[in-house]
């Protein structure tokens, strides 16, 4: 990468397309080493497909639904019974995912939500959202 002054930066494809594939980890790249990878985790326990089922069910879901909101809010699409209809049902595909999260895990929803809720209450201990405790959390505050 060539920079200078007032000058557009500019990229060799080419280097990029190396940084990446020596900045990508053997798992990523090598079904072998995958399915290793996959073989250590469920020895240990994990129960990699529902996580894996959890992990891009929930990606997808929550894509739909942001998909809406954005439609409604700078696409002009209306703020409809049909349209909130649409927006529960897609809280619903998430959910759904959710609950495949808390099986993998061996959890529940309360447990999740305490959980959220005592960190959230020691982040914010006046009961309040605060812009300076959102942005410079004390460590551990994940």
Same mark, same amino acid.
């Given at each position: 990468?060539? *920079?200078?002054?007032?000058?557009?930066?500019?990229?060799?494809?080419?280097?990029?397309?190396?940084?990446?594939?020596?900045?990508?980890?053997?798992?990523?790249?090598?079904?072998?080493?995958?399915?290793?990878?996959?073989?250590?985790?469920?020895?240990?326990?994990?129960?990699?497909?529902?996580?894996?089922?959890?992990?891009?069910?929930?990606?997808?879901?929550?894509?739909?639904?942001?998909?809406?909101?954005?439609?409604?809010?700078?696409?002009?699409?209306?703020?409809?019974?049909?349209?909130?209809?649409?927006?529960?049902?897609?809280?619903?595909?998430?959910?759904?995912?959710?609950?495949?999260?808390?099986?993998?895990?061996?959890?529940?929803?309360?447990?999740?939500?305490?959980?959220?809720?005592?960190?959230?209450?020691?982040?914010?201990?006046?009961?309040?959202?605060?812009?300076?405790?959102?942005?410079?959390?004390?460590?551990?505050? *994940?």
């Amino acid at each position: 990468m060539t *920079v200078t002054p007032n000058q557009e930066q500019v990229i060799d494809y080419d280097k990029y397309l190396d940084f990446v594939y020596k900045t990508t980890s053997a798992p990523s790249t090598d079904f072998y080493v995958l399915k290793e990878r996959i073989d250590e985790l469920q020895r240990e326990g994990a129960d990699v497909a529902r996580l894996a089922t959890a992990a891009f069910g929930l990606s997808a879901e929550a894509g739909e639904f942001t998909e809406i909101v954005k439609k409604i809010i700078l696409q002009g699409k209306p703020y409809s019974e049909e349209n909130i209809f649409h927006m529960k049902r897609e809280l619903g595909d998430i959910m759904w995912y959710m609950a495949q999260a808390c099986m993998a895990l061996d959890t529940s929803f309360d447990e999740i939500l305490k959980m959220n809720y005592e960190k959230l209450s020691a982040r914010f201990p006046e009961g309040y959202f605060d812009v300076y405790r959102s942005e410079n959390r004390v460590k551990g505050d *994940v």
